[in-house]
């Protein structure tokens, strides 16, 4: 059974920094590209960052340009995101996602002083 | 960046009766490859999202085929043949997913039974 568990959620002051992880199982990570997906409390779903099989490439939501770092590490079945300069607009629930097709279950960030 | 946009963001339906979302795209999702990169998913309250359509109109398992996806180039269409209980949720459209580049998701359409 596919699954995938984020971790490290919480709270956290403004200019602050937060490293999520998403441990995954059931399939072999190594062939499929990932993401971060967020949601604002009461909004709608918004894209955060894409990383490739391999991690050679990555792409992310402007906003967070420069401030996050999606990463992997295929040995350990897991994704991670790193947070730097948090804001109160990056409070979210976040979620981690195969390609799209499955999804965990989120870890709330809390920026607020 | 490509802009989805969703009509309407709201839906009230009686049971057993058709549902239809449309969700319209600043620019053609047809990538070089010919595919189109549209997807919809649902999210029931207090729940994770849950993808059902991709590549416009391919279901993904499990599924039920009251869910059917339609369109091209920039107009789309999400169908529920019939609405049950169950369908009660946000429902967002996606341009997507694929590794090369940013994804965007529609504000998302609100569906309820009357």
């Known amino acids: 059974e596919v699954q995938l568990v984020e971790s490290g959620g919480g709270l956290v002051q403004p200019g602050g920094s937060l490293r999520l992880s998403c441990a995954v199982s059931?399939?072999?990570?190594?062939?499929?590209?990932m993401a971060w997906v967020r949601q604002a409390p009461g909004k709608g779903l918004e894209w955060v960052a894409n990383i490739k099989e391999d991690g050679s490439e990555k792409h992310y939501v402007d906003s967070v340009k420069g401030r996050f770092t999606i990463s992997r590490d295929n040995s350990k079945n897991s994704l991670y995101l790193q947070m730097n300069s948090l804001r109160a607009e990056d409070t979210a629930v976040y979620y981690c996602?195969?390609?799209?097709?499955?999804w965990g279950q989120g870890t709330l960030v809390t920026v607020s002083s | 960046d490509v802009v989805m946009t969703q009509f309407p963001l709201s839906l009230s339906v009686t049971l057993g009766q058709p549902a239809s979302i449309s969700c319209k795209s600043s620019q053609s999702l047809v990538d070089s490859d010919g595919n189109t990169y549209l997807s919809w998913f649902q999210q029931r309250p207090g729940q994770s999202p849950r993808r059902l359509i991709y590549?416009?109109?391919n279901r993904d398992s499990g599924v039920p085929d009251r869910f059917s996806g339609s369109g091209s180039g920039t107009d789309f269409t999400l169908k529920i043949s019939r609405v049950e209980a169950d369908d009660v949720g946000i429902y967002y459209c996606?341009?997507?997913?694929?590794?090369?580049?940013?994804?965007?998701f529609g504000q998302g359409t609100k569906l309820e039974i009357k």
């Open positions: 996606m341009e997507g997913p694929h590794w090369l580049s940013k994804c965007s």
């Open positions: 996602a195969r390609s799209f097709e499955h």
């Open positions: 059931g399939f072999s990570m190594s062939v499929y590209w």
């Open positions: 590549w416009v109109s």
